[in-house]
């Protein structure tokens, strides 16, 4: 790339106004700094976030607004101190793409709760006053700390969906330490994230019982994910069976649900982790404290878990479910990813439709 600031050099397809519809637009990616890398884009997942900010549905979205933050792709040029880094190297960028580099969190490779808040990879004031733009564009410029390097022999087709959606399970997996074999995973919600944590969970040895609203998913579930057993929320015999039987609970659904079902089903000091979103939490401090469980929201993850996260799947040859898509379809993915039609995550080619 050479030093184009005022010209478009990149292209896109951006969201112009509330309706959240995307069309193509081009725009400017800034020079490669010299801790800079910038990549050719090939993947990017399809995440919820996309919908959210598309749709100015937290009221803050800056339009044009180009989403996507599970990208994958190639690196095409390094600035002067990039060591760690080379061109030709496949690599990952994920929900954010700055950091204050600095305080105790940045310290400890944990941005993600970075003081000053990371900078995320879209719809966010970066520090140089511009707003970020993602990963349904043809190429991004990112600092060198934010990139994760991808093996050679994992498709980066499947690698962008743990960017966002695998790093954010396999994060309290780790720090909650679910990750001993032999012990018991409820996973609530299977979908982009859900059937991550059952992936996940199996490769830990973990024993995996799905958590579901509905018997339509639960031949996959069990075949073809690999989980252990599948229960039917609404169906009180099969909930009672599962009581005070868990180590763990990872939490997926963003919909609103009641929590004192679910916590009944740990067992004494077991984990309860929230990674979806719904609009409340509410539950009795009895489903809690009496039996000395622990309730504990979380995020994605740093950069160290990040890496860690990607060269596990490599070796455990842990791939997401993925459907890939033109960038033409990215409308019709967004009403499906809202409908909760998709198994289990769409994923945009980049490289061969973004003309």
């Known amino acids: 790339m050479d030093s184009q600031t005022k010209t478009e050099n990149c292209l896109g397809w951006a969201a112009t106004d509330p309706t959240g519809v995307l069309s193509p637009y081009k725009f400017s990616r800034r020079p490669v700094g010299s801790d800079d890398v910038s990549i050719k884009i090939?993947?990017?997942?399809?995440?919820?976030?996309?919908?959210?900010?598309?749709?100015?549905?937290?009221?803050?979205s800056i339009y044009p607004l180009v989403p996507g933050h599970e990208i994958a792709g190639i690196v095409k040029e390094v600035g002067s101190n990039v060591q760690r880094i080379k061109?030709?190297?496949?690599v990952g960028v994920g929900t954010y793409v700055n950091s204050c580099r600095?305080?105790?969190?940045?310290?400890?490779?944990?941005?993600?709760?970075?003081?000053?808040?990371?900078?995320?990879?879209?719809?966010?004031?970066?520090?140089?006053?511009?707003?970020?733009?993602?990963?349904?564009?043809?190429?991004?410029?990112?600092?060198?700390r934010y990139c994760f390097k991808i093996p050679n022999d994992y498709p980066l087709a499947s690698a962008a969906p743990l960017l966002c959606a695998g790093i954010t399970v396999y994060t309290p997996m780790m720090r909650y330490n679910m990750n001993q074999p032999g012990k018991s995973l409820g996973v609530i919600g299977l979908g982009g994230?859900?059937?991550?944590?059952?992936?996940?969970?199996?490769?830990?040895?973990?024993?995996?019982?799905?958590?579901?609203t509905s018997t339509s998913k639960k031949e996959e579930a069990l075949s073809l994910l690999g989980a252990d057993n599948?229960?039917?929320?609404?169906?009180?015999?099969?909930?009672?069976?599962?009581?005070?039987?868990l180590d763990f609970i990872i939490d997926t659904a963003s919909g609103d649900h009641?929590?004192?079902?679910?916590?009944?089903?740990?067992?004494?000091?077991?984990?309860?982790a929230l990674v979806g979103f719904p609009s409340e939490i509410k539950f009795?401090?009895?489903?809690?404290?009496?039996?000395?469980?622990?309730?504990?929201?979380?995020?994605t993850g740093g950069t160290k878990m990040i890496q860690e996260m990607i060269g596990f799947c490599a070796a455990r040859k842990i791939y997401p479910q993925i459907e890939v898509i033109p960038i033409q379809y990215a409308n019709e993915a967004l009403e499906r990813l809202v409908k909760k039609d998709v198994k289990y995550r769409f994923v945009i080619d980049i490289e061969n439709t973004l003309k």
């Not at 003081?115 to 991004?140: A, E, M, Q, R």
């Not at 599948?230 to 039987?245: A, C, I, N, P, R």
């Not at 009641?258 to 984990?271: I, M």
């Open 42 to 60: 090939t993947h990017c997942g399809v995440c919820y976030a996309d919908v959210i900010w598309s749709r100015n549905m937290f009221g803050d």
């Open 284 to 299: 009795s401090p009895a489903s809690l404290s009496p039996g000395m469980k622990t309730f504990a929201g979380s995020v």
């Open 87 to 90: 061109v030709g190297d496949p």
């Open 102 to 144: 600095n305080c105790e969190y940045c310290n400890d490779g944990v941005e993600v709760q970075c003081v000053k808040g990371p900078v995320l990879t879209f719809n966010h004031i970066d520090v140089d006053g511009t707003v970020t733009k993602g990963g349904y564009s043809s190429h991004i410029v990112v600092h060198e």
């Open 193 to 212: 994230l859900g059937h991550m944590a059952v992936k996940f969970g199996k490769a830990f040895g973990l024993s995996v019982t799905v958590l579901s």
């Open 230 to 245: 599948f229960v039917v929320t609404s169906d009180q015999e099969q909930m009672k069976g599962l009581s005070k039987s």
């Open 258 to 272: 009641p929590f004192d079902p679910y916590l009944s089903l740990l067992k004494s000091a077991g984990v309860y």
